[in-house]
């Protein structure tokens, strides 16, 4: 992610919402928040498994949830805003040579380091700006997620939204997700098919350091 034009980092959170009080119907799987992650434990910052976007996405995301309803999806959200202690954290456990424990999981394919070059993992992320989201649907009549072809934080080419390594049937899956995320502000990135960042964030040189809890937002 861009490093260069940096010009804050900052624990003020005037500009953010809880995502499920906009949202009310999304599906929270806060996977940082867990031990179910490619790090193996909680992730510095999250301490409470809940969603934070700027007041600017979580407007967007809601027209998307909205569209995706009346189609018979829910919004299930990986992670939203990030703390910037949270991408540290990465950091040195990328630097950890030997804690490997979640590899056959998440980087079967990859070494640690190649994650940070691939641009799987970023050393400033665009998360801690607050307008990125990583999120699936849910199908309401079945209750299951929607088959994407590969899961959430699989760090491989099979991750790649255009990747053709699937079935059509998951390829479409995939484009109708982005769709609706484009056609509402947001914009891809070439190497997940659940990350998307609002188009016209508010905050696009200023990183946040305020830890993922709803009580910093009600202060």
């Known amino acids: 992610m861009r490093t260069d034009h940096i010009k804050d980092i900052t624990m003020d959170p005037s500009g953010f919402v809880l995502l499920s009080d ?43 949830s909205n569209e995706m309803f009346v189609q018979g999806y829910r919004l299930k959200i990986f992670d939203t805003y990030r703390p910037a202690c949270a991408v540290r954290h990465f950091v040195l456990w990328g630097i950890e040579d030997q804690d490997v424990r979640m590899k056959p999981y998440f980087y079967p394919d990859l070494q640690k380091q190649e994650l940070f070059e691939k641009g799987y993992i970023a050393k400033m992320s665009s998360h801690s700006r607050g307008s990125t989201v990583d999120l699936t649907l849910l199908d309401m009549r079945t209750g299951k997620e929607v088959d994407m ?15 053709r390594d699937v079935t059509e049937e998951q390829f479409e899956n995939r484009m109708m997700l982005q769709k609706v995320m484009v056609r509402n502000g947001f914009k891809p990135i070439d190497c997940e098919w659940w ?4 188009e016209n964030e508010p905050y696009p040189d200023t990183y946040f350091e305020f830890p993922l809890a709803s009580e910093y937002l009600r202060r």
């Open 195 to 198: 990350h998307f960042t609002l």
């Open 22 to 64: 906009v949202i009310p119907h999304i599906i929270q799987e806060i996977r940082y928040f867990s031990t179910y992650n490619f790090l193996g434990e909680r992730v510095d910052g999250y301490e409470e498994p809940c969603s934070i976007l700027t007041k600017e996405a979580a407007r967007a995301l809601k027209a998307v």
């Open 149 to 163: 072809g590969s899961p959430f934080d699989l760090f491989s080419e099979l991750s790649h939204p255009d990747c």
